[in-house]
Structures are given as C-alpha cells and as structure tokens.
C-alpha cells in the first residue's frame, strides 16, 4: 500500500510539474522575449493580418513569388493536414507532379539551360514550408520582372533583401520567405 500511494504521489508531481508548471513557465517566457514570435508570427498590413512568417500560403499571380508546392490537403497550403506527398521514386503520380512543376519552372525562363532548383518542383515534408531557396527565388525573377513590368535587377534586389543567412551560422541552409518578399514587392515594386 507504501508503494502504490508513493507511485500516484510520483505520477501527480511530474504531471504537475512537466504538464503544467514547465508549459506555463515556458509560454510566460516566450510572450515576454518573443511577442510577435509566441503569437504566431503574423504579418499585418494597414493593420489586416495577410499571413504568418511560419506557414507557406499559395501565391499564383504572375506577380508574386511562388512558393515551392505543396501536398497538404486536397488542393494544398492547408495547414490543418500538414504533410509531405509520401509518395516513392517510382510513383507515377509524382513523376507527374514533377513534370508539371518543371513545365511551369522552364516556363518562366524560357531557353535558360541551367538545372531547375529542386525545391521549385518537389513539396517539403510539412507541405506548408514558407521557405525557398535563394536559387529557387532567383529562378522566378524574369517573370515577376516582367509581369510587374520593372528590371529584373529591381526584383533580385528585392529577393536578396530578404535572403536569410543559417540559423546561428551553421544550421540549415540560406532562404527566402516567400511571404516577406511578396509583401516588400508590393511595397517597392508596385508596377504596373
């Protein structure tokens, strides 16, 4: 009977504590040194939220940079069923998917021989990554360029601006956040 009443005193402590007592300590911490970060990093513009700096949104307008596609959900950025496409090497249905990425890839440089960045024509494994590469943003200049009707220059300009080095210098790679860079373009670039 000692050790049955020291095993629920165990069970209520550590549930007490790493189930209450630390998430609590840790949300307080958070909304004191991260604020914007703790509520969800949302980007607001003329005080409307149009998206969060953590999840990818769809962009199709010729305008905008696309972000790298996606297989959450039936037609895809739905963070609610957040996911890669899980399907193998020998999927026709990727090989599919891919042919069609590379197609809408090679059509915004027309004749440019250079390989494609992979991350234009395969989803990540959350299928709501809000990154791309600097490559990949790159890529899709000339046709921003030329929909906005400004220099392509202008829009690598706006791209580079909002290149994000590795995290503490050696973590991950270098990228864009697609949202970040479509909002400056409207702000910079409003075009035409």
């Not at 999840?55 to 039936?74: D, E, N, T, V």
């Not at 809000?130 to 200049?141: E, F, G, N, V």
């Not at 000339?142 to 290149?163: K, M, N, P, T």
Request: charged letters at 20%; zero cysteines; aromatic letters at 6%.
């Amino acid at each position: 009977m000692k050790m049955l009443a020291r095993s629920i005193l165990f069970v209520a402590a550590t549930t007490v504590l790493f189930g209450g007592v630390y998430p609590a300590a840790v949300t307080l911490a958070a909304r004191v040194l991260w604020r914007d970060r703790a509520d969800g990093s949302f980007v607001k513009i003329g005080g409307r939220i149009v998206g969060s700096e953590l999840i990818g949104q769809s962009f199709s307008g010729a305008r905008y940079l696309h972000a790298r596609p996606s297989a959450a959900g039936k037609d895809g950025y739905d963070a609610t069923a957040s996911g890669g496409t899980n399907l193998g090497p020998t999927s026709a249905a990727l090989a599919k998917a891919v042919a069609a990425a590379v197609a809408a890839a090679r059509a915004d440089r027309p004749g440019d021989p250079r390989p494609i960045p992979a991350d234009l024509v395969t989803s990540s494994a959350s299928g709501i990554d809000p990154h791309l590469s600097p490559d990949a943003a790159r890529w899709q200049a000339l046709r921003i360029a030329r929909a906005r009707g400004v220099s392509e220059s202008a829009v690598l300009a706006a791209i580079d601006r909002h290149v994000e080095n590795r995290t503490l210098g050696f973590i991950g790679d270098p990228r864009v956040n697609v949202l970040m860079t479509n909002v400056d373009l409207d702000r910079a670039l409003p075009g035409r």
